[in-house]
């Protein structure tokens, strides 16, 4: 059974969609070199052969995920402190989430470097935001708390699991909203439109598109989580190798990153 995930993070990694002797196989691919089509189909149905220091858990997936935003907080100090720093950040860290997507290994080398390069990103945005509009970073970064916290909680109650039906709505509200981000950056960079978010600016009923907008995005990515805890419990539940426990922290990284600029951009708005 494939991963309900939709976050191109776990996606693209075997340990999150193969039984766990194919993905540790994977995880070295000279042994695979040489067998035939008949010995990776044996490979591939053979029960998990990981051994249990080598696999992946819940316990040393988190300590990745928390070495990931350690690392992403001292990034953001930086970018805090040197807010000319974001828009090269910003193109270096969208470099080295593509590289870290589509690389079928995890490398934890480069993913603690998207986790630094992103947190001068972010620490950057912050500073910037933070000078228009005294004291939304603190909102946002307590906005951003709260929705991990319920989500995680409802995700370990059992009272809200990702569906096959869930995720297609989410995949086509996610290709709406991405081309209406790109339609807007347009229209922004051309000076079509003037306002300071652009068409989220727009008023509808006395209410900025960019709130109702926001509302519904800040929704999206609490799903995008329960996709990435779903893949998560898939990984453990299959006994993946631990290795691939970065790559999990990579996904919630990116995720619960763009959960907290979505927060961030709603609080200005509605500041505004």
Known sequence: MASASSNPAFTNSPAFTLNATKAAQLARPSATENMSAEQLAELYNQPATVSGADRMTYENTIQKIAICFAVLMVGAVVGWMIPVLTIPAAIIGFV?????????????????????????????????????????VGQAVLGTFVVVGVTLALFASGKIRASKRATQVFLVAMIGYAAFSLINFVLMLTGVTTGEFGLRDTLILGIPLGAILGVVVILLAAYSLVLDFT???????????????????????????????????LFAILRD
């Open 96 to 136: 080295l989430a593509l590289v870290n997507i589509f690389k079928k290994q995890p490398s934890p080398g480069l993913i603690l470097a998207y986790a630094a390069v992103e947190g001068v990103f972010v620490g950057g945005i912050s500073s910037i935001f933070e000078a228009r509009y005294e004291g939304v």
């Open 231 to 265: 893949s998560i419990k898939v990984g453990v539940e299959r006994g993946a190798p631990a290795l691939f426990g970065w790559q999990a922290a990579f996904g919630v990284m990116v995720t619960v990153v763009w959960l907290y600029l979505e927060i961030l951009r």
